[in-house]
Every structure is written in structure tokens, then in C-alpha cells.
């Protein structure tokens, strides 16, 4: 199956979907929120340091091992260490669950690009921007007693069809469809942001958000919280442990330059989150609401900035095309995230089953979309906020620490830097860094970042998040409990298929 593999039509096309998935709405809307929150310029310090300590590493990491073998994520943890193919797999499933509410949120931005014209009739006033997401959704917001309220409001459904239709036609024809498309989705929200930082930057007042963005307050150093958020950004935003850069990798030229193609991912990563921030931070202050800006981004995106939006100008119309031009743009940056994430579990589970991509791409579009309808509700919001709040402050964290203990301790991390190296020329990963970052620094830090939500969850929350422990129990431990068996069930299902004549391909990591 390897010898037909689709591949990549050249470096630019695996560059740019590499960016397109590690650019998402985190970076518009969390980026910003969380600088904000932690001194503006000092969060962004601690970020860029988090980056290539942790980040870059494990971004070569995966796509390095996944070049090598040719494989998904289950079957290249499973060429590394046999006993560790199930990270993959808890992988590939926590992936799955992401992309049936993140489907959800792109649905909201798609329906909130046509909602934007409602902004030309309210000039001045905040409350009513304010309020134009929760009509449209019905939302009964996240409030703990309304989990039950099961009403799907039409245009919600509708949105969320859409949404599936331009993820599926992206990744249709797996890399060939992906190079295709990637072309246009991520050169055109850094265009859009540019327009957004233009007009935010003439305002009066955007020095002073510029200010806050730039200019570190080194006392927040001090707060431990900065540097797990800041850590946690880096681990969300580059798109490792949920399968897809695996996928990515595994398409990949043999000649590639691994060293500069991460390099340059990683480095486009930030930039776009830096450019968010120069966005949010001069419209917010150019319209005096600085201190407004949240780390929550559905209260960011629907609520807060419509806001402001609204108090741009004296004029409804440019007010209603800026608001268009928002939501285009966070358009363009979930697209590409969200069938990225497709892309990581179809290629996963056809690389195991010798199924055809193709089909299997439909079947897991069909499967997550039916999921999906669950976050269409009017109370779909509360549901997905628990649903977030697990599979990224539990279940990703710990995805990290395992994939650097298959790598870094069940497995030769030196195989994996020559392979990263192999092809570099003047730019080469360092030994030191990698095996040092691997084995140590990445766990460690990951560790501390999940203690760190632990501590909050039981000490300061009294064990629950915020909603009925039934909810939490089902939609939150209940789903990381499946998400950490999937390999099991996988195992099950590979025995059985053995009896009818399915034969299971060994894969083997061969040194040259």
C-alpha cells in the first residue's frame, strides 16, 4: 500500500497544509486572549521560548517518524514500539472526537459571515451586536441546567451540512484535493488579517493596544499560570498528538528537508498568531475596549468583538463589510484545521484496514457528522464546552507526555534525529536539543501542565468543571476513558478480522 502512497505535488504544497492545520482559530481568537491575560509581551516571550524548546521538536518528531514509515498515527507509534501503538490510536480517537465539535464551531463562523450584514443597522450599539450569535443559535449559553434542551434550531443545521461539505470536498482525494485547496485558505486569512491590522492599526488609541501586545511586564514571570498557558498554546497551535501531522508526514518526499520545512511551520505558526494579536489588540483599542479581550474565544469571536465591530465608524455599512471580513477570515483559518484533523483519522484507520482512503474518508466524515448534530442543540454549546475542556486540558496533554516516552524511552531517539537530519544541510537539529527536549523537557513540562488542570479541577473546582457530575462523568471522563481503550477495541477488531483473512502488515523500522 506504501508503494502507491499519494505524495505531496511538491515542498510549498506540504508547507502550506502544514500551516493551514497548525493555523486555526486558536491562533485568532485564544492567542490574543491568553496575551492579554498575561502581560502582553511577556506571554509572547515565554511562547516563543516554548516553541522551539517543546514545539519544534516534537513537530519534527512526528512528521520525521511518519516520512520514515509511511504510515498514520497508529501504525507509525506501532513501528516505533509495538506495546505503544495504542498512543496512536487514543490519538486518532481524541482526534475524531475534536473534529465533531470543531465542525460545530466552523459551522457558527460560516452562519456568522451572513450574520455580519445584521451589523449595518447597529451602529453604536454593543448589546444588540452582542446578542446576534445567541439569536441565530438559540444558544442556552453554558449554563449547567440546560443540558437537556434539545431543539436544533434550522439555520444552525444548516450551516453545519455546509460545513461538511467544503471539509469533505477538501480531502477528497487526500494530498492531490489538500494541495489544491491549501493554496487559497491559508494565504487568504493572512490578507484578510493584514486589511483587519491596517484599518485597526490607524485608529486613535491602537498605540496603546499595540503597546500592551509588545511591551513585556516582566512581574508576570512570577505567575505560574503564564507559563503553562504559554506552554499550552505552543502544544495546541502546532497540531501534534491529534494524528495529522502524522498523516501529513507520511505523504512526503524521501529528498524533503525536514529541519527547514518544520522550521518554517513553526515560524508561520507564530506569526499569524502575532498577527492576530496586532488585530484584536489595535481594534480593541482603538475602539477604548482593551480590557475587554478574553481567553475565551467563542466569547472573543460571538460576543466581544461584534462588539466592537459595531463601534468602528459612524457608518453601518463599513461596519457590516469589516464584520464580514472577520468571519471570512476565521472561515478560512477552521477550514483548514478542521479537515487536517479528518485527514489524520482517515488516514489512520485506512493505513490499518487496507481500506481505500477515499472510502474511508466518507465513512468518517458520515460517522463525525451524525455525532456532530449533538453541538447544533440549543444547549450543543454546553455539551461542547465539556467535551473541549477534556480532550484538550486531559487528553492531549497526556498524549504528549506518552508519545515522548515511546519515542524518547521505548524507542532509539537517535534513529529519529538522523531521520529528521537526513537531508538537512547547513540547518540541523542539534543532539542535544532534540534528545534533550524528547526525553526530558516535553514530558516534564507536559506533566506539570496537567498536574497544573488537575489541581484546578479537584482543589479549586471541588472535582467538578462547572456543569452536573452526570454531564461531566459522560462527556468528559467517560470520553477520555474511550479515547485511552480505542487501541484495545482496535486490537479486538484487527483479531477478528484475522479470522476472515485479514492479514496485518508488519511495520518495521529499518536503518539504513
Known amino acids: 500500500m506504501s508503494e502507491n502512497r499519494s505524495k505531496w505535488a511538491n515542498r510549498s504544497t506540504f508547507i502550506l497544509a502544514s500551516i493551514g492545520s497548525a493555523v486555526g482559530l486558536g491562533n485568532a481568537w485564544r492567542f490574543p486572549g491568553l496575551a492579554a491575560k498575561h ?18 521538536p516534537m513537530l519534527m518528531m512526528e512528521i520525521g517518524i511518519a516520512r520514515k514509515l509511511r504510515k498514520g498515527a497508529g501504525e507509525s507509534l506501532r513501528g516505533v514500539c509495538k506495546k505503544m501503538e495504542f498512543v496512536g490510536w487514543a490519538a486518532t480517537a481524541n482526534a475524531f472526537v475534536i473534529v465533531t465539535y470543531y465542525a460545530v464551531v466552523f459551522a457558527w463562523v460560516l452562519m456568522m459571515v451572513v450574520g455580519a450584514l445584521k451589523f449595518a443597522g447597529m451602529t453604536g450599539d454593543a ?100 507559563w503553562v498557558d504559554a506552554i499550552g498554546q505552543v502544544f495546541y497551535s502546532l497540531s501534534v498528538c491529534m494524528a495529522i501531522m502524522f498523516a501529513y508526514g507520511s505523504y512526503l518526499d524521501e529528498s524533503s528537508n525536514l529541519v527547514a520545512d518544520c522550521t518554517i511551520i513553526a515560524l508561520g505558526d507564530a506569526a499569524v498568531s502575532v498577527l492576530s494579536g496586532i488585530v484584536m489588540f489595535s481594534t480593541m483599542g482603538g475602539v477604548g475596549m482593551l480590557d475587554n479581550i478574553s481567553d475565551s474565544g467563542i466569547a472573543t469571536a460571538f460576543i466581544i468583538y461584534p462588539q466592537a465591530i459595531v463601534n468602528l465608524t459612524n457608518v ?24 487536517s484533523i479528518v485527514e489524520g ?20 466524515c458520515c460517522v463525525a457528522a451524525l455525532v456532530s448534530i449533538l453541538y447544533t442543540t440549543r444547549a450543543g454549546l454546553a455539551w461542547l464546552d465539556i467535551v473541549d475542556n477534556w480532550t484538550n486540558q486531559v487528553n492531549l496533554i497526556v498524549l504528549g507526555v506518552l508519545e515522548c516516552i515511546a519515542v524518547g524511552w521505548c524507542f ?19 543532539r542535544t536539543w532534540f534528545l534533550l527536549s524528547i526525553k526530558y523537557v516535553a514530558p516534564l513540562a507536559l506533566s506539570i501542565l496537567f498536574c497544573w488542570n488537575m489541581y484546578h479541577l479537584f482543589v479549586v473546582k471541588q472535582g467538578v468543571y462547572g456543569y452536573t457530575v ?43
Not at 464584520?323 to 479537515?339: E, H, N
Open 39 to 56: 502581560g502582553g509581551g511577556t506571554f509572547l516571550l515565554v511562547y516563543i521560548i516554548a516553541m522551539f524548546v517543546i514545539g519544534l
Open 316 to 339: 453601518g455599512w463599513f461596519n457590516a463589510i469589516f464584520g464580514i471580513i472577520f468571519y471570512l477570515m476565521l472561515v478560512t483559518l477552521a477550514i483548514d484545521s478542521a479537515f
Open 345 to 364: 483519522v482517515s488516514t489512520s484507520l485506512a493505513d490499518k484496514f487496507h481500506v481505500s482512503h477515499k472510502k474511508m474518508t466518507r465513512a468518517v
Open 127 to 226: 448589546e444588540a451586536a452582542s446578542n446576534v450569535f445567541a439569536n441565530l443559535t438559540q444558544t442556552t449559553w453554558n449554563v449547567p441546567t440546560a443540558l437537556a434542551d434539545w431543539k436544533i434550531p434550522g439555520v444552525v443545521l444548516v450551516s453545519l451540512i455546509v460545513a461538511w461539505g467544503f471539509m469533505y470536498y477538501c480531502i477528497r482525494d487526500g494530498a492531490q484535493s489538500v494541495g489544491k485547496v491549501v493554496k487559497y485558505t491559508v494565504f487568504l486569512p493572512i490578507i484578510l488579517l493584514l486589511v483587519m491590522a491596517v484599518k485597526g492599526c490607524t485608529m486613535p488609541g491602537a498605540g496603546a493596544g499595540l503597546q500592551q501586545l509588545f511591551i513585556p511586564q516582566l512581574e508576570a514571570l512570577q505567575n505560574p499560570s503564564l
Open 412 to 430: 532509539k531517539p537517535e534513529k529519529v534525529l538522523k531521520e529528521i537530519n537526513r537531508n538537512a544541510q547547513k540547518l540541523q537539529i542539534p
Open 470 to 512: 452526570w454531564a461531566e462523568l459522560l462527556a468528559g471522563w467517560l470520553i477520555s476513558l474511550l479515547v485511552f481503550t480505542s487501541g484495545i477495541w482496535i486490537r479486538l477488531l484487527v483479531n477478528h478480522k484475522k479470522k476472515k483473512g485479514y492479514q496485518e502488515e508488519e511495520v518495521i523500522w529499518k536503518d539504513e
